[in-house]
């Protein structure tokens, strides 16, 4: 490799850190995620979550401030942590096999968000149903898991996209943290008016960035 290549190579890698983008070179192709392409998935992915949350808002009787406040903390650290935790764990299943599908991996992405944006908005169309209100341990930990199971699945796109897991986990975490407990103040405040919508948006949203990366690949 002449010098003039390596110093290309190094120029590439450095603008992509500032920018916030994680190349690799493998023969000269190029994969990345940029800082707002992240924060999209992670508001996508927390619709859900959001969407449950406002439902948990309508359980607690308005005027009680500082009940709502610890209440909407509790369900945006239990989401936080679910919803963050499980991108890191499809990156470890997904990295396994991201050298085998190297060469169609963006087929992969573009049918995973697909497939994730799709299931959101047809919930969102169905008729609002609330889980148990209750936010007792037993009842909120199935809703975590049961929200976060999208996450899991974008995780194993992240190791195909070569996306710097730790910092897309700890994005997707404090946005689903933020959105679940502004949720819960929402549905006290507002009802559930928002509910769908925001599971709407989310599943748009993430079909959106699917399509991206795969036009973005097939020109490539």
Known sequence: MSMKTQVVRISLHRLARNDGLDFILPGGYTHFMSYLELLLVAVGLSMDAFAVSICKGLSIQQGHVKKTLLQSIITGLWFGVFQGAMPLIGFFIGERFSTMVNSFDHWIVFILLGIIGGKMIKESREPDTCPNPSFKPLVMLPLAVATSIDALAVGVSFAFLKVNVVEASSIIAITTFLLSTAGVHVGNYFGSRFKSRAELVGGLV?????????????MA
């Open 206 to 218: 993430l079909i959106a960035i699917g399509a991206k990366i795969l036009i973005q690949h097939l």
